[in-house]
């Protein structure tokens, strides 16, 4: 059975004339799986991603994480399953900048009144090499360290799901090689279930699937 199951998506913006962001989408991704969404600017990946998320809702259609249909729950249950069971990586990190490395690695755990595991912490920013940025705030680091320090949030809540949205758009192509590697690391070593939306075919092959993307479909 597929960790996360989407049925019959579709996104309809309305105006003078319907937008179809997304138009009957289907998919299912199994554990384990690192599975990219490929396809141009403005073909409804970043949209399927955010309703993937629970960040934003379908116009009609469902989704499943691990049989349960979340596509309905309040806002308050989005937000909590946001914070315990899908990790989710935007493009622009999306850092609180007042809050060091390690605060912001914590947050979402904190909000859910969890107890910080620090032995899980310290293993986290050694596998990304952050040991020596705890401290820091987002302003005193590189893009790539800014990157490594959102995957390490989305992470440290062990979710069931990894959703990343171009995690790579804003890095030298040096960064983007070690993020890849890095996603590849916690697919393979740690069994995460990862989907990851790029423009990138270069990007999406380091992937073990592809999923085309155009006009609001997978094609």
Same mark, same amino acid.
Do not use: W
């Given at each position: ?35 990219? /969404? ?11 991603? #955010? ?37 989710? /990586? ?14 912001? /690695? ?44 959102? %995957? ?35 697919? #393979? ?8 939306? +790029? #423009?990138?075919? +270069? ?14 479909? %997978?094609?």
């Amino acid at each position: 059975m597929g960790v996360l199951q989407a049925k019959n998506l579709k996104k309809v913006y309305r105006g003078a004339e319907d937008v179809y962001a997304l138009d009957d989408v289907s998919l299912k991704v199994k554990a384990g799986e690192f599975v990219a /969404i490929l396809g141009p600017s403005g073909c409804g990946k970043s949209t399927l991603l #955010h309703i993937l998320g629970a960040v934003d809702a379908p116009t009609a259609g469902e989704v499943y994480l691990n049989g349960s249909e979340y596509g309905k729950l309040s806002e308050k249950e989005k937000d909590a399953l946001r914070r315990q069971k899908i990790g989710i /990586i935007y493009q622009a990190y999306n850092l609180v900048p007042v809050l060091s490395v390690e605060e912001n /690695i914590v947050l979402p755990v904190l909000l859910d009144n969890r107890k910080i595991e620090r032995e899980r912490l310290n293993s986290l920013l050694k596998l990304l090499d952050l040991e020596g940025q705890r401290k820091n705030l987002p302003s005193q680091l590189s893009g790539g360290q800014q990157q490594r320090t959102a %995957i390490a949030r989305a992470v440290y809540q062990e979710p069931e799901i990894i959703l990343a949205d171009e995690p790579t758009g804003n890095l030298d192509q040096k960064n983007t090689e070690e993020i890849m590697k890095l996603f590849q690391k916690l697919n #393979h070593q740690f069994g995460l279930t990862i989907i990851m939306v +790029t #423009h990138d075919e +270069t990007i999406a092959k380091q992937c073990d699937r592809i999923l085309y993307m155009k006009d609001g479909k %997978i094609v």
